[in-house]
């Protein structure tokens, strides 16, 4: 008896979490994330799964993120009919996403010429699967197979998944593992209690410099900025960092470090995520933030915010006079509102654009980051005058160090035969297995995308090449 894990995705890759635990007698599927970024593989993301969908028991979610969660609506399209479980904030996200994603899919697979990959119609078949499954509750969820959640503090409801058998053997995967502490949510939790480890590693040879210091950098670059005089524009992911930059800039607006210039939400689909994080922060927040939201009501508005939400209030934002910050989406500037703010506003040095988040190869953003003159911006070439200040610390993942203190934690206990790197660029995912050999002694492997391992109480072993 033991428990099959195959690597149907983010092995090498930062994108696209798709995991197959197998038991005796079920199956369970971990995330089933698309695959983003320019240079994606066609055949992974519009391709057939390579396992039979049908047979599949249920689907668990470590978190909403699209990497993590936009092929399910395919899933159901090719037959899956299993139930999805996933934590109540998730299963709130994942919706706001999911629907969003129909359009940039079409758009993204009409220039591609390729079909939809899916359409409403089928996020709607996904989300009559959903049943909500809370951290810390142990649910069997295939036969022979439960689950259980830990908060993983990565974004609202973010979760790890142990799986267990019914002889007691466990595989656990962490999704993406937080930049702890977070001003928002808890700390991520340790997993004691693995036979297999599956860790992400997107920083995995990188380090965010100290917590304390990025708030201050945010203000001093803010202020840089202000002096300069232009537009401010971040680029900011939906789906909490633009959230921690509204908790931020509330608190520096209260605290009068800055002055009170007009500041835009620009972001449908940021608004909505702002308001599940208003909805669910007075109980998945950490403790002493949740007494803030309770005592102070919403710890993200501040008088001079506005939230334009239609394509025609979006349109008033460049007739408001002087000086301005806008927040608009996509995070990579690769899509969403920003490349319309990028296109008019980049081209002038007194503008800063801020990069507050990982960039992935191939995108604008990426190339901005590193330099380039003239990007390529809601279908414009535009030459890059502003000035980009680049603030590092706001990922939402564990860096290289913080990955290394999960590790040994999770090898405080019930060792894991083997730690799997995942998640992260081969380069990344390499410098963390080597880390973990080298400084806390474990086993520490790199997985190849289609690579089958066994695992038993007494061992971990490959079964199955790529
Ligand atoms: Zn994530």
Not at 16 to 38: H, M, P, T, W, Y
Not at 83 to 88: D, F, V
């Amino acid at each position: 008896m033991a428990l099959k894990l195959s690597f149907y995705g983010g092995a090498g890759k930062v994108t696209g979490s798709n995991f197959l635990v197998e038991g005796a007698r079920g199956k369970v599927l971990v995330d089933c994330g698309i695959e983003q970024g320019a240079d994606f593989a066609v055949a992974e993301v519009y391709g057939p799964f390579p396992y039979d969908v049908t047979a599949i028991d249920a689907l668990i979610i470590t978190h909403a993120h699209l990497d993590h969660v936009g092929r399910i609506p395919k899933l159901v399209k090719d037959g899956f009919r299993g139930k999805i479980y996933m934590t109540p904030p998730t299963k709130d996200l994942a919706e706001l996403i999911l629907r969003d994603s129909v359009n940039i899919l079409r758009q993204d697979a009409s220039r591609k010429h390729l079909p939809p990959l899916y359409e409403e119609q089928d996020v709607d078949a996904a989300f009559a699967l959903i049943e909500t499954l809370d951290y810390h509750v142990e649910k069997e969820i295939a036969p022979g197979l439960s689950a259980y959640l830990r908060n993983t503090g990565h974004i609202l409801g973010s979760a790890s998944v142990r799986i267990t058998d019914e002889e007691g053997t466990t595989v656990a995967l962490t999704g993406d593992l937080g930049n702890s502490p977070s001003p928002l949510l808890p700390d991520w939790e340790p997993v004691r209690d693995a036979d297999a480890l599956v860790m992400e590693s997107v920083y995995g040879d990188r380090l965010h410099p100290p917590q304390s210091e990025r708030v201050a950098k945010l203000r001093d670059a803010l202020k840089r900025a202000v002096a300069r005089g232009g537009t401010i524009l971040i680029p900011a992911f939906s789906l909490e960092r633009t959230q921690l930059m509204l908790y931020e800039l509330s608190n520096f607006f209260a605290a009068k470090e800055l002055p009170e210039i007009p500041v835009f939400l620009d972001s449908p689909l940021a608004i909505r995520v702002t308001a599940l994080y208003e909805k669910w922060g007075p109980t998945y927040f950490k403790p002493e933030t949740e007494d803030e939201m309770k005592r102070e009501g919403s710890i993200f508005e501040f008088p001079f915010l506005t939230q334009t939400l239609s394509r025609e209030e979006s349109m008033t934002i460049e007739k408001v006079p002087g000086q301005k910050i806008i927040i608009a989406g996509a995070g990579m500037s690769h899509g969403g509102r920003i490349g319309h703010w990028e296109t008019k506003y980049l081209p002038d040095p007194s503008t800063t654009l801020f990069m507050v988040g990982y960039q992935a190869p191939g995108t604008p953003g990426r190339r901005m980051m590193e330099g380039a003159s003239h990007v390529r911006l809601a279908g414009n070439d535009v030459a890059i005058k502003a000035k980009i200040e680049i603030l590092e610390g706001w990922s939402a993942h564990a860096d290289r160090d913080e990955l290394l203190k999960f590790a040994e934690a999770a090898l405080a206990d019930k060792r894991p035969k083997v730690i799997f790197t995942a998640l992260g660029e081969p380069s990344a995912e390499r410098f963390l297995a080597q880390r973990i050999h080298d400084y806390l002694g474990a086993r520490a492997v790199v997985p190849d995308y289609g690579q089958t391992w066994e695992i038993t109480k007494d061992s971990v072993k490959k079964v199955r090449e790529a």
